[in-house]
């Protein structure tokens, strides 16, 4: 990762919110007046924000607290998404609330208790009546410590798919390709899809995924991350098989000889693009990874390619950024057409084709690298 304010790689982060990186206290001092706005002092309030927001939780913290790390399917973290939406938004529970029943270590007690006590029911609470194992044993969140206990169990998931070989070393000897797979498997076997802030969203082709009307702007991800469970549960592809198609840029090949024709025909319908590794992404993906996600970096690409660099205030990247993300959230776009727009220096008149009731500043747009 890279230090939010010099860019300087790093692996060092914010002790409290878990998702900001900094080199060091210099910088972390430096960026103090901006990141205090993001960076609440309990995890309630980020996960209130989400709920407004109408988005799942991607702070690692709030899921580990709250409950969405116990979710083992995408539909499950809806409906739990669901169930704080109406305890926040239609109950009236506010996040100091919501701090104080978890630190009680009876969250789910206060939750049912609530929803009783106001007479609102919906198939959320329904469905947390009958799943409150995910919101029972929740602990506080320890940064690495909790991190290497969830590793630790999903690494026993997707151990019997490694060779025999690779069983007997740490994960930590295997070359990065293969490690980036292993990584991606424990993600598919605990049944979820890569999160927009992680390398294997890129990677594995869930960035060139259309962003759909549906309640989270997943449904293609979902679609993908199903193909992809079918290639490695159903079909019983190891991680040596899937990893030697990754190196040689032939996961779409593998994925369409194995796996069922008609969601194979959506794969090509659809344009899906998985790279190889070490193969550069192109920028649209990293485009759409800053906008769309929480606490991402702004790549040099982004800054070149797109109009950021044009940019002389914050202000004017935020509306740029919020510029591209209604772009993103239209129907009509599609990431291919924005790069090859930006390759020939016509961004603007792209962007404006989609959104043409925005103000627009065609300067803004420029690529300095185009003549």
Known sequence: MKCSVCENPTTKRCIRC????????????????????????????????????????????????????????????????GLYIGLIKIIGCNSSRLHSWWKSGNLPFHIKNAYDKSGYTSEYYKWFLK??????????????????????????IAKPYLSEHDQKVPIETLPESKRIVFIFYTTMLSGRIPRIEELNWIEFGFCSCKFDDDYLGEMEERRLGDLYRELIIQKGCKVDEFHDAYISGSLLDLLKKKCNSND????????????????????????????LGESVSLQRSVTEDYGFKNCRTEVEKENLKNIYRKLIKSPKFEPRDLYEACLEGKTYHYVRSILPNETLNANIFKNLYIF
């Open 264 to 291: 194979c025909d959506w794969l090509s319908e659809r344009k899906i693009e998985i790279k190889k590794h070490n193969q550069p992404a192109k920028s649209v993906y990293d485009l759409k990874q800053y906008v």
């Open 18 to 81: 878990h998702t900001t990186y900094y080199c060091g206290s210099s910088c972390q001092k430096k960026d103090y007046s901006n990141h205090v706005l993001d960076c609440p002092s309990k995890y309630a309030d980020i996960l209130v924000k989400n709920v407004f927001d109408n988005v799942i939780p991607t702070n690692w913290a709030v899921r580990y607290e709250y409950g969405f790390r116990n979710c083992l399917d995408p539909i499950d973290e809806s409906m739990l998404l």
């Open 131 to 156: 799943n409150e194992h995910v919101l029972q044993g929740l602990r506080k969140y320890e940064g690495t410590k909790s991190d290497n206990d969830l590793v630790n169990k999903l690494y026993e």
